[in-house]
C-alpha cells in the first residue's frame, strides 16, 4: 500500500539534481542574466535554448553522480547542501541541548551515512520480512503483503488516501494500476533497440537481486517476475488517458468493486491498509482509477502462481529498502536504476543521499531549521507581491478574452478571485512526536516513517480536509498547483536565483519566478485544471461553445509539440505533457502583462543594450539552462509529464507575439510560426 500523493500539476521533473557538491553561485551577471553564456551565432528564431544557453551548453560537464546539469539542479544542490549544513549543526551540539526532533534528525542522518554499521548487520534487518514473504502460501496472502504500509508493496494496485474530486471536503480512498519495476510501461513494450537493451539488462539485475539474497535459480526467478511485469504492462493504461480526469474518477464502494474485479482479494489487502468497509456515512466509496484495466489485472493476479509473486515481492522489497541494506544491495540497485536508466556514472555521495532522506522521511520537521536559517520574511513579502501581480494581470487578461464568452469568463474570474497561495513554508508544522527513530535501527526508521504517514492520513479519512496542509517541503526546488484546493504553492528553496533575485532586474525576476507564478495559475485553467471549479470540486463550468474553441486551441499546441524530437525516432508526447505546455506557453504569456503593469505606464530601461521585453524573454530561456544524459532524457520523455527542459523555452516562445517583435524572429528562421499559426490562450 504506497502512500497518497497529491493530484497536483508540478512545475519541473522531478529528475535527480545534477552538478557538483560545490554550492553553486547565487548572481547570474549585474542585472540578473548570464550574459556569458549566450550563443549569438545561434538565431533566437532558430533555437532560443541554445541562443539563450549554448556557450555554457557546450562547456557544461554532467558530473559522475548526476543525470543532468543545470539551473533547476543548481539550486537542488544548494538545498542538499544546506540540509547537509543543518545536520552537521545537530551533530555539533550537546545531545541536551537537541528538542526532541532535532535529536530524531540527528539520528536518523547519522544512521544513514553510517555505512559500516549498515553492513555489519548484513541482511539481519530485513530478515523477517523476506522470511515473511517466504512464507506467503495463498492468494490472501499476497494480498495481505501487498497492503501492509511498513513494506511499501504495491502489485498490480497501488493506493492512497486523497481527496473525493466531487467533493473535495472529503478524503477517499484511491485506487490505481501499479506492479511495474521499470518507469512506465513502454519499457516493456516499445519496439526501440535502446529498450530493448534495457529490458535485457533489468532481467540481469533481478537474477543479481536474488543471487544476493541467497535464492537458487536466479535466472529462472527473474525470468518469471519479468514475464509477470510484462503481463501488467500489456493491460496498464497509457500515460496520456491517465492524466484525464474525467477518465480516472470511478467511484465504486467496496462489495461493487469486488463484483466488478473478483479475481483479487481486496477484502485482505484494504484490512491490512486498515481502510475499514463502512465510513461515517454507510459503506465507504472508494475511488478506481483505470477502471477497464482492473478486472485484467485482477485476472492476472489470480493466475499467477503464489511463488512467483513471492520471488516478485522479494525483488520490489530488495528495490524499495536497497538504500538501507547492505552496501552490495545498494549498489546493484544503482547499477540498474542508476547506470542504466539514467546513465550516471557514480552514486550520489552518501551524505548527499541522507539529505533526501530526511526530506522525505521527516520533511516538515527538518523544513522548520531550513526557513529558520535561509529563508528571511523580506523573501516571502516580496514574492508574495509576484504573485499578486500575476494575479492581477491573469484578471485584465481572462476580461479582454476574445474566444471567451460572458457567462464563461465570469465563472473563470471567480475560480482566479478564489485562488489560494501558499508562499515558502506552512503555518503550522506537521507533528513528528509519534514517531520513533532510532540511531542503530536505519531500515525500522524508514518502516516506521512510512507507517507514521499512512496512519496520520489513515486516522482522518472521516475528518474534514485540512486546507492548510502542504504536498512540498520547504528544502523543495520545485512548485505545485493544486486544483482540489484552487491553490498555488511555492516552497522556499525555489525562491532564489536564478528564478527569483530582490536584487535582479524586474524584469529578469518576471521572466523568471513570474514565469513560474504563471504557470501554477494557469494549472488552473489547462486542459485538466479547467475542469475543476472554484472550490476545487470537478464540474464543468463552461459553455459549449468556449469548451469547443479551448480544445481546439489545445489540440493545436499538443500537434507543435508531438513534431519535437528530442532522441531520433522518439517525440515528445504532446497529449501527456499537454497540462504542462499549456501552463508554460500561459504562464511566459501573463507573466509579461505582469511586468508592463508593474512599469505603471512607464518605458522599461535598457540595459546593457537589451530592452525590457529581451531582458523578460531572456530570464525565461535562463531558468530552462539543462544538458541531461541520454538515458534520463529517455525515460523523461517515456514516463514524465513535462517536456524536456529544452524545448520549454523553445515551445512557449514561439507562441508569444511580443518575442517575435522583442528578437526580430521571422519567416524562413526554423521556429517561426505564422501569426494565424500561434496558440494565444491566454
Same mark, same amino acid.
Given at each position: 500500500?504506497?502512500?497518497?500523493?497529491?493530484?497536483?500539476?508540478?512545475?519541473?521533473?522531478?529528475?535527480?539534481?545534477?552538478?557538483?557538491?560545490?554550492?553553486?553561485?547565487?548572481?547570474?551577471?549585474?542585472?540578473?542574466?548570464?550574459?556569458?553564456?549566450?550563443?549569438?551565432?545561434?538565431?533566437?528564431?532558430?533555437?532560443?535554448?541554445?541562443?539563450?544557453?549554448?556557450?555554457?551548453?557546450?562547456?557544461?560537464?554532467?558530473?559522475?553522480?548526476?543525470?543532468?546539469?543545470?539551473?533547476?539542479?543548481?539550486?537542488?544542490?544548494?538545498?542538499?547542501?544546506?540540509? =547537509?549544513?543543518?545536520?552537521?549543526?545537530?551533530?555539533?551540539?550537546?545531545?541536551?541541548?537537541?528538542?526532541?526532533?532535532?535529536?530524531?534528525?540527528?539520528?536518523?542522518?547519522?544512521?544513514?551515512?553510517?555505512?559500516?554499521? %549498515?553492513?555489519?548487520?548484513?541482511?539481519?534487518?530485513?530478515?523477517?520480512?523476506?522470511?515473511?514473504?517466504?512464507?506467503?502460501?495463498?492468494?490472501?496472502?499476497?494480498?495481505?503483503?501487498?497492503?501492509?504500509?511498513?513494506?511499501?508493496?504495491?502489485?498490480?494496485?497501488?493506493?492512497?488516501?486523497?481527496?473525493?474530486?466531487?467533493?473535495?471536503?472529503?478524503?477517499?480512498?484511491?485506487?490505481?494500476?501499479?506492479?511495474?519495476?521499470?518507469?512506465?510501461?513502454?519499457?516493456?513494450?516499445?519496439?526501440?533497440?535502446?529498450?530493448?537493451?534495457?529490458?535485457?539488462?533489468?532481467?540481469?539485475?533481478?537474477?543479481?537481486?536474488?543471487?544476493?539474497?541467497?535464492?537458487?535459480?536466479?535466472?529462472?526467478?527473474?525470468?518469471?517476475?519479468?514475464?509477470?511485469?510484462?503481463?501488467?504492462?500489456?493491460?496498464?493504461?497509457?500515460?496520456?488517458?491517465?492524466?484525464?480526469?474525467?477518465?480516472?474518477?470511478?467511484?465504486?464502494?467496496?462489495?461493487?468493486?469486488?463484483?466488478?474485479?473478483?479475481?483479487?482479494?481486496?477484502?485482505?489487502?484494504?484490512?491490512?491498509?486498515?481502510?475499514?468497509?463502512?465510513?461515517?456515512?454507510?459503506?465507504?466509496?472508494?475511488?478506481?482509477?483505470?477502471?477497464?484495466?482492473?478486472?485484467?489485472?485482477?485476472?492476472?493476479?489470480?493466475?499467477?502462481?503464489?511463488?512467483?509473486?513471492?520471488?516478485?515481492?522479494?525483488?520490489?522489497?530488495?528495490?524499495?529498502?536497497?538504500?538501507?541494506?547492505?552496501?552490495?544491495?545498494?549498489?546493484?540497485?544503482?547499477?540498474?536504476?542508476?547506470?542504466?536508466?539514467?546513465?550516471?556514472?557514480?552514486?550520489?555521495?552518501?551524505?548527499?543521499?541522507?539529505?533526501?532522506?530526511?526530506?522525505?522521511?521527516?520533511?516538515?520537521?527538518?523544513?522548520?531549521?531550513?526557513?529558520?536559517?535561509?529563508?528571511?520574511?523580506?523573501?516571502?513579502?516580496?514574492?508574495?507581491?509576484?504573485?499578486?501581480?500575476?494575479?492581477?494581470?491573469?484578471?485584465?487578461? %481572462?476580461?479582454?478574452?476574445?474566444?471567451?464568452?460572458?457567462?464563461?469568463?465570469?465563472?473563470?474570474?471567480?475560480?482566479?478571485?478564489?485562488?489560494?497561495?501558499?508562499?515558502?513554508?506552512?503555518?503550522?508544522?506537521?507533528?513528528?512526536?509519534?514517531?520513533?527513530?532510532?540511531?542503530?535501527?536505519?531500515?525500522?526508521?524508514?518502516?516506521?516513517?512510512?507507517?507514521?504517514?499512512?496512519?496520520?492520513?489513515?486516522?482522518? %479519512?472521516?475528518?474534514?480536509?485540512?486546507?492548510?496542509?502542504?504536498?512540498?517541503?520547504?528544502?523543495?526546488?520545485?512548485?505545485?498547483?493544486?486544483?482540489?484546493?484552487?491553490?498555488?504553492?511555492?516552497?522556499?528553496? %525555489?525562491?532564489?536565483?536564478?528564478?527569483?533575485?530582490?536584487?535582479?532586474?524586474?524584469?529578469?525576476?518576471?521572466?523568471?519566478?513570474?514565469?513560474?507564478?504563471?504557470?501554477?495559475?494557469?494549472?488552473?485553467?489547462?486542459?485538466?485544471?479547467?475542469?475543476?471549479?472554484?472550490?476545487?470540486?470537478?464540474?464543468?463550468?463552461?459553455?459549449?461553445?468556449? =469548451?469547443?474553441?479551448?480544445?481546439?486551441?489545445?489540440?493545436?499546441?499538443?500537434?507543435?509539440?508531438?513534431?519535437?524530437?528530442?532522441?531520433?525516432?522518439?517525440?515528445?508526447?504532446?497529449?501527456?505533457?499537454?497540462?504542462?505546455?499549456?501552463?508554460?506557453?500561459?504562464?511566459?504569456?501573463?507573466?509579461?502583462?505582469?511586468?508592463?503593469?508593474?512599469?505603471?505606464? =512607464?518605458?522599461?530601461?535598457?540595459?546593457?543594450?537589451?530592452?525590457?521585453?529581451?531582458?523578460?524573454?531572456?530570464?525565461?530561456?535562463?531558468?530552462?539552462?539543462?544538458?541531461?544524459?541520454?538515458?534520463?532524457?529517455?525515460?523523461?520523455?517515456?514516463?514524465?509529464?513535462?517536456?524536456?527542459?529544452?524545448?520549454?523555452?523553445?515551445?512557449?516562445?514561439?507562441?508569444?507575439?511580443?518575442?517575435?517583435?522583442?528578437?526580430?524572429?521571422?519567416?524562413?528562421?526554423?521556429?517561426?510560426?505564422?501569426?494565424?499559426?500561434?496558440?494565444?490562450?491566454?
Amino acid at each position: 500500500m504506497r502512500l497518497a500523493v497529491l493530484a497536483v500539476a508540478l512545475l519541473a521533473t522531478a529528475g535527480t539534481a545534477a552538478l557538483s557538491e560545490d554550492s553553486p553561485k547565487t548572481k547570474y551577471g549585474t542585472w540578473g542574466v548570464e550574459l556569458s553564456a549566450l550563443d549569438r551565432s545561434v538565431r533566437p528564431g532558430n533555437d532560443f535554448f541554445m541562443y539563450v544557453n549554448g556557450t555554457w551548453y557546450k562547456s557544461a560537464v554532467i558530473p559522475p553522480d548526476r543525470a543532468s546539469t543545470g539551473g533547476f539542479q543548481d539550486l537542488r544542490i544548494l538545498s542538499e547542501n544546506r540540509v =547537509k549544513e543543518i545536520a552537521a549543526s545537530l551533530d555539533a551540539k550537546p545531545r541536551e541541548q537537541l528538542s526532541v526532533e532535532e535529536a530524531k534528525l540527528r539520528d536518523f542522518y547519522d544512521a544513514f551515512t553510517d555505512q559500516q554499521q %549498515i553492513d555489519a548487520k548484513g541482511l539481519a534487518p530485513a530478515k523477517k520480512d523476506l522470511d515473511y514473504i517466504a512464507g506467503l502460501k495463498t492468494p490472501q496472502d499476497v494480498a495481505t503483503a501487498m497492503g501492509s504500509p511498513m513494506l511499501a508493496l504495491d502489485g498490480p494496485f497501488g493506493g492512497g488516501i486523497a481527496f473525493n474530486p466531487k467533493n473535495t471536503n472529503q478524503y477517499v480512498m484511491t485506487l490505481g494500476q501499479s506492479g511495474l519495476g521499470m518507469p512506465d510501461r513502454d519499457y516493456y513494450l516499445k519496439g526501440d533497440e535502446a529498450l530493448a537493451k534495457t529490458r535485457e539488462a533489468y532481467k540481469k539485475h533481478l537474477a543479481a537481486v536474488f543471487t544476493l539474497a541467497g535464492m537458487s535459480d536466479p535466472a529462472k526467478r527473474a525470468d518469471g517476475v519479468y514475464n509477470l511485469e510484462h503481463k501488467i504492462a500489456e493491460v496498464s493504461w497509457a500515460n496520456a488517458d491517465r492524466r484525464d480526469v474525467d477518465k480516472v474518477f470511478n467511484p465504486m464502494t467496496r462489495s461493487e468493486l469486488k463484483a466488478f474485479a473478483p479475481d483479487f482479494p481486496w477484502d485482505a489487502y484494504l484490512d491490512k491498509a486498515g481502510i475499514t468497509a463502512n465510513g461515517a456515512q454507510g459503506e465507504r466509496t472508494l475511488i478506481i482509477a483505470e477502471k477497464s484495466a482492473f478486472p485484467k489485472l485482477a485476472k492476472i493476479f489470480a493466475e499467477t502462481p503464489v511463488e512467483t509473486w513471492r520471488d516478485y515481492l522479494t525483488a520490489h522489497y530488495l528495490h524499495t529498502f536497497a538504500a538501507y541494506l547492505p552496501k552490495a544491495f545498494d549498489e546493484e540497485n544503482f547499477a540498474f536504476y542508476g547506470k542504466v536508466l539514467q546513465g550516471n556514472d557514480q552514486q550520489l555521495p552518501r551524505a548527499t543521499r541522507a539529505a533526501h532522506v530526511l526530506d522525505d522521511n521527516m520533511g516538515e520537521a527538518l523544513g522548520k531549521l531550513y526557513v529558520a536559517k535561509y529563508f528571511p520574511p523580506s523573501a516571502k513579502a516580496k514574492a508574495l507581491e509576484l504573485v499578486n501581480n500575476l494575479l492581477r494581470a491573469y484578471d485584465a487578461d %481572462i476580461r479582454t478574452l476574445d474566444w471567451m464568452t460572458p457567462a464563461t469568463r465570469e465563472k473563470a474570474l471567480d475560480k482566479l478571485h478564489k485562488f489560494g497561495v501558499k508562499i515558502g513554508y506552512p503555518d503550522r508544522w506537521r507533528d513528528y512526536s509519534a514517531l520513533t527513530i532510532s540511531r542503530d535501527d536505519l531500515l525500522g526508521n524508514v518502516q516506521r516513517s512510512l507507517a507514521f504517514e499512512w496512519n496520520r492520513q489513515l486516522t482522518r %479519512i472521516d475528518k474534514p480536509v485540512d486546507k492548510t496542509e502542504w504536498g512540498m517541503t520547504p528544502p523543495t526546488v520545485n512548485a505545485y498547483d493544486n486544483p482540489f484546493f484552487n491553490e498555488i504553492v511555492f516552497p522556499a528553496a %525555489i525562491l532564489q536565483p536564478p528564478f527569483f533575485d530582490p536584487e535582479a532586474d524586474d524584469a529578469v525576476n518576471y521572466g523568471g519566478i513570474g514565469a513560474v507564478i504563471g504557470h501554477e495559475i494557469s494549472h488552473g485553467f489547462d486542459d485538466q485544471g479547467a475542469k475543476f471549479d472554484a472550490q476545487g470540486n470537478v464540474a464543468n463550468w463552461w459553455s459549449d461553445a468556449d =469548451k469547443k474553441t479551448f480544445e481546439a486551441k489545445t489540440k493545436a499546441l499538443g500537434d507543435q509539440y508531438n513534431a519535437y524530437e528530442p532522441l531520433p525516432g522518439l517525440h515528445i508526447n504532446g497529449a501527456f505533457t499537454m497540462g504542462e505546455n499549456v501552463a508554460d506557453n500561459a504562464g511566459v504569456a501573463i507573466a509579461l502583462k505582469a511586468y508592463h503593469i508593474s512599469l505603471h505606464g =512607464k518605458k522599461a530601461p535598457v540595459i546593457d543594450g537589451y530592452t525590457g521585453d529581451q531582458r523578460f524573454y531572456l530570464s525565461f530561456g535562463q531558468i530552462w539552462r539543462s544538458k541531461m544524459r541520454e538515458g534520463a532524457l529517455r525515460q523523461q520523455l517515456l514516463s514524465n509529464e513535462h517536456s524536456p527542459a529544452m524545448y520549454r523555452p523553445i515551445g512557449a516562445t514561439r507562441n508569444q507575439d511580443a518575442w517575435y517583435a522583442a528578437f526580430k524572429v521571422k519567416a524562413g528562421d526554423k521556429y517561426y510560426l505564422p501569426p494565424q499559426q500561434r496558440v494565444r490562450l491566454w
